[in-house]
């Protein structure tokens, strides 16, 4: 008997739409998930000749639980794509969105216009931020802030006389985005395949060891090397913390050679290790920190780069050094707006610790569950409110779709509704979620992995 048969919990009735959710559906009848067999949305980093036809769609979300078009309920364990740190379906910041678009939709920042709810939070990001006097520079999403950063290190070391500084160092399993220059410094090989030549001038070191960092800038001489890229905790990567003392290390080399140190805080920030921009926990004061996903939770596309002064002052307080970069929506009015609200929300239910104070119940409760499981190589957390369950490398070998596998039943058996990596599953509630339903979370993950062990096992 299966452990999903133990879990009653999991399975409640659905209960009657929260206050401001209309209760009908918003698809039309012909398009309901009984009748569709083909679809034309095509799912980013997705096998669509797998998934037409065959989403699984979600049609509403309240707290930590999501409904299926069929009103199933089901716990969100990855917090979406690792943003939804408030959890769903939060009325205060749709109505400031409303209130924001009745006024004002939006309005292009370029040249010297600008929109009050951008100009507002800009300032709020740069008086948490530990950088110094932090400029906000803001884009759509992660990948968004990652390729802004990286042209503006390149034109800062050419305001500087120094145009041979344009090797930028990231690490192996790094993840930064699926933009041009994101694409070509992240770290997972399967990510870089298929596009032909990438954007040039960048390497990946050795995910947790400051020495290969070291040796990579002797090896391409520091006065060539422009910047270094550190996810604190990676993420898409494989949820791997960083070692102890690791990020003050990189950031002590960055320093010592003149090499612009930049904190990939687009998961991690907002709470997800327990700080505002991730970097305060490792205490270092970055030159500049990547944003995006828990600044709104989700609920609307924005994210950014906070550049520190040493990196904006060429662009600040000089004439002739116009950075000829940005998108059509930065600092998009009503997701501004949604970012301000989202952050109201932070402070006044004290959320943003939450990540660093549930970080060993999550873990203890997957140890709990998953660490004695036949399928089961490795369990990582303990540094935020994420982590990873890997198969054993044996069963991958042996089953390459197992993960795959468990992807679908842990959400078909246990109602958990995981992140696939490319070796295990990844979770990251949102971050208000209960030490209760943490262990419903690792319950539900145990009932989906006993249920592709069975089938193995058959």
Same mark, same amino acid.
């Given at each position: 008997?299966?452990?999903?048969?133990?879990?009653?919990?999991?399975?409640?009735?659905?209960?009657?739409?929260?206050?401001?959710? @209309?209760? @009908?559906?918003?698809?039309?009848?012909?398009?309901?998930?009984?009748?569709?067999?083909?679809?034309?949305?095509?799912?980013?980093?997705?096998?669509?000749?797998?998934?037409?036809g065959?989403?699984?769609?979600?049609?509403?979300?309240?707290?930590?639980w999501?409904?299926?078009?069929?009103?199933?309920?089901?716990?969100?364990?990855?917090?979406?794509?690792?943003?939804?740190?408030?959890?769903?379906?939060?009325?205060?910041?749709?109505?400031?969105? #409303? @209130?924001?678009?009745?006024?004002?939709?939006?309005?292009?920042?370029?040249?010297?216009?600008?929109?009050?709810?951008?100009?507002?939070?800009?300032?709020?990001?740069?008086a948490?931020?530990?950088?110094?006097?932090?400029?906000?520079?803001?884009?759509?999403?992660?990948?968004?802030?990652?390729?802004?950063?990286?042209?503006?290190?390149?034109?800062?070391?050419?305001?500087?006389?120094?145009? =041979?500084?344009? #090797?930028?160092?990231?690490?192996?399993?790094?993840?930064?985005?699926?933009?041009?220059?994101?694409?070509?410094?992240?770290?997972?090989?399967a990510?870089?395949?298929?596009?032909?030549?990438?954007?040039?001038?960048?390497?990946?070191?050795?995910?947790?060891?400051?020495?290969?960092?070291?040796?990579?800038?002797?090896?391409?001489g520091?006065?060539?090397?422009?910047?270094?890229?550190?996810?604190?905790?990676?993420?898409?990567?494989?949820?791997?913390?960083?070692? =102890?003392?690791y990020?003050? =290390?990189?950031?002590?080399?960055?320093?010592?050679?003149?090499?612009?140190?930049?904190?990939d805080?687009?998961?991690c920030?907002?709470?997800?290790?327990?700080?505002?921009?991730?970097a305060?926990?490792?205490?270092?004061?970055?030159?500049?920190?990547?944003?995006?996903?828990?600044?709104?939770?989700?609920?609307?596309?924005?994210?950014?780069?906070? /550049?520190? =002064?040493?990196?904006?002052?060429?662009?600040?307080?000089?004439?002739?050094?116009?950075?000829? #970069?940005?998108?059509?929506?930065?600092?998009?009015?009503?997701?501004?707006?949604?970012?301000?609200?989202?952050?109201?929300?932070?402070?006044?239910?004290?959320?943003?610790?939450?990540?660093?104070?549930?970080?060993?119940?999550?873990?203890?409760?997957?140890?709990?569950?998953?660490?004695? #499981?036949?399928?089961?190589?490795?369990?990582?957390?303990?540094?935020?409110?994420?982590?990873?369950?890997?198969v054993?490398?044996? /069963?991958?070998?042996?089953?390459?779709?197992?993960?795959?596998?468990?992807?679908?039943?842990?959400?078909?058996?246990?109602?958990i509704?995981?992140?696939?990596?490319?070796?295990?599953?990844?979770?990251?509630?949102?971050?208000?979620?209960?030490?209760?339903?943490?262990?419903?979370?690792?319950?539900?993950?145990?009932?989906?992995?006993?249920?592709?062990?069975?089938?193995?096992?058959?």
């Open positions: 008997m299966l452990r999903a048969l133990l879990i009653p919990s999991l399975r409640p009735a659905r209960p009657p739409a929260p206050a401001g959710f @209309a209760p @009908a559906s918003l698809l039309s009848d012909t398009l309901r998930m009984s009748d569709r067999t083909d679809t034309k949305l095509w799912h980013p980093f997705s096998d669509m000749s797998a998934i037409r065959n989403e699984f769609v979600v049609e509403r979300g309240d707290g930590i999501l409904y299926d078009e069929a009103g199933d309920r089901y716990m969100d364990g990855s917090g979406a794509l690792w943003y939804a740190n408030i959890g769903h379906g939060r009325r205060e910041i749709a109505d400031a969105v #409303h @209130a924001q678009l009745c006024k004002l939709e939006s309005y292009s920042i370029f040249g010297d216009c600008a929109v009050p709810p951008a100009l507002e939070l800009a300032e709020r990001l740069s948490l931020a530990p950088v110094d006097n932090g400029r906000v520079f803001f884009g759509m999403g992660g990948g968004d802030g990652t390729e802004a950063a990286t042209k503006i290190i390149r034109h800062f070391w050419t305001t500087q006389g120094q145009p =041979e500084r344009r #090797h930028i160092i990231s690490r192996t399993n790094a993840y930064h985005g699926s933009h041009a220059f994101a694409t070509s410094i992240g770290g997972i090989p990510n870089r395949t298929n596009f032909g030549p990438l954007v040039e001038g960048n390497s990946n070191v050795m995910w947790n060891s400051a020495q290969a960092l070291r040796d990579e800038i002797a090896r391409l520091a006065d060539n090397v422009a910047a270094f890229f550190c996810e604190p905790v990676m993420g898409a990567g494989g949820v791997w913390p960083a070692p =102890e003392g990020v003050k =290390e990189v950031a002590a080399i960055c320093a010592q050679h003149g090499i612009i140190f930049v904190i805080a687009v998961i920030g907002f709470g997800r290790v327990g700080t505002w921009l991730a305060e926990r490792y205490g270092v004061r970055p030159d500049m920190i990547l944003f995006a996903k828990g600044i709104t939770s989700g609920y609307m596309p924005l994210g950014g780069v906070i /550049v520190g =002064e040493r990196v904006a002052d060429p662009f600040w307080n000089k004439s002739g050094n116009m950075l000829r #970069h940005g998108q059509t929506f930065a600092g998009h009015a009503a997701c501004c707006a949604a970012g301000l609200a989202n952050m109201d929300i932070m402070e006044r239910e004290n959320i943003i610790p939450r990540g660093r104070d549930l970080e060993g119940v999550l873990l203890q409760a997957l140890i709990s569950e998953l660490g004695d #499981h036949p399928l089961v190589g490795d369990i990582r957390g303990g540094h935020g409110l994420l982590a990873a369950v890997e054993k490398q044996s /069963v991958l070998d042996a089953s390459p779709a197992t993960v795959g596998q468990l992807y679908k039943a842990c959400r078909e058996q246990g109602r509704v995981t992140r696939p990596l490319l070796k295990g599953i990844a979770v990251s509630p949102p971050l208000t979620i209960t030490e209760a339903e943490i262990k419903e979370l690792a319950a539900g993950l145990r009932a989906g992995y006993d249920a592709v062990w069975e089938k193995l096992e058959a």
